[in-house]
């Protein structure tokens, strides 16, 4: 009898921890920009981008935002569909490609021809401020034989709408921009 009641009560434990997943189910958002079309010239022939470095809060699978009194927050139902970093890296590579018709590809590098150069971008800031704007600001290295080129980029990029949606739509417009700057500048 002792053995039953045990088991109701783990039954019935089980049912309410399922109750309370089901009712917060946790949302996926894609960092995806729009397909590009080639809308520059080449100057960087091909490349091989390193992971991008980002700020921890924008690294985490959570999507940060920033409020009022000037604290970024998460809600942990709201994440974003793929690891930031990576996501980022690649979602960069392909834009910078689309654009200039350069062979930009994310680490590590899969063809037997090394590339004629290596591209690195540290962000400092990626962030859903809250003047209603996706800040997305740093530096970016090209390395070469010829040269190497370092820039600062400070996107703003509105938000339009609300919610998280529109803070993935927003950032994946301001990574388009960084990839247009990179392939302009090479």
Known sequence: MKTRTLSLAMLSA??????????SKTERYQIDPAPAARSMPDKIGSAVLREVSLPQYAADQEIAFQT??????????????????????????????EVSGA???????PLSTPPARQIEVRVDRMLAAADNTVRLSGSYYISADGGD??????????????????????????????????????
């Open 68 to 97: 009022a009194d000037g604290a970024v927050r998460t809600d942990a139902r709201q994440v974003w569909a793929d690891d930031p970093r990576r996501a980022v890296t690649l979602a960069l590579a392909s834009q910078i490609s």
């Open 149 to 186: 080129t370092v820039r600062r980029f400070d996107i703003a990029e509105p938000i339009q709408g609300s919610g998280p949606a529109a803070i993935a739509a927003a950032q994946s417009r301001a990574v388009a921009t960084l990839a247009r700057q990179i392939a302009a500048l090479g």
């Open 14 to 23: 089980v049912a309410a921890i399922s109750a309370c997943s089901s009712a």
């Open 103 to 109: 062979r930009v590809i994310a680490e590590p590098w």
